[in-house]
């Protein structure tokens, strides 16, 4: 039993390690397009990317499939931002 409840955990762990990374990178490429200029763009993005590891199209894939299944509950960002701030995490289910 108990190893069941680790790997749900470590499951709900990994899904919200990927919320908050797209959560991060939508809000990095949201203001780094209003504020910064084209050029300096993709050297800052780099920059990022070595601490925070963009998601992969497979770790999209899953996402959106868990969404959809109903295990992590999606909010539009005013309600989300209205609840948890801005860039909070959201909640898995």
Excluded: C
């Excluded at 790997?7 to 203001?31: G, I, N, P, Q, S």
Aim: glycine share 6%; charged share 40%; net charge positive.
């Amino acid at each position: 039993m108990r190893k069941a409840n680790g790997r749900r955990h470590r499951r709900r762990t990994e899904r919200l390690d990927v919320e908050a990374r797209r959560d991060f990178w939508k809000a990095a490429h949201e203001r780094l397009s209003t504020y910064v200029p084209d050029d300096d763009r993709s050297k800052i993005e780099a920059e990022l990317a070595r601490r925070v590891p963009p998601t992969t199209a497979a770790e999209e894939a899953e996402w959106r499939v868990a969404v959809s299944q109903g295990q992590v509950i999606e909010t539009s960002d005013v309600e989300h931002d209205a609840v948890h701030g801005p860039g909070g995490s959201r909640r898995a289910v």
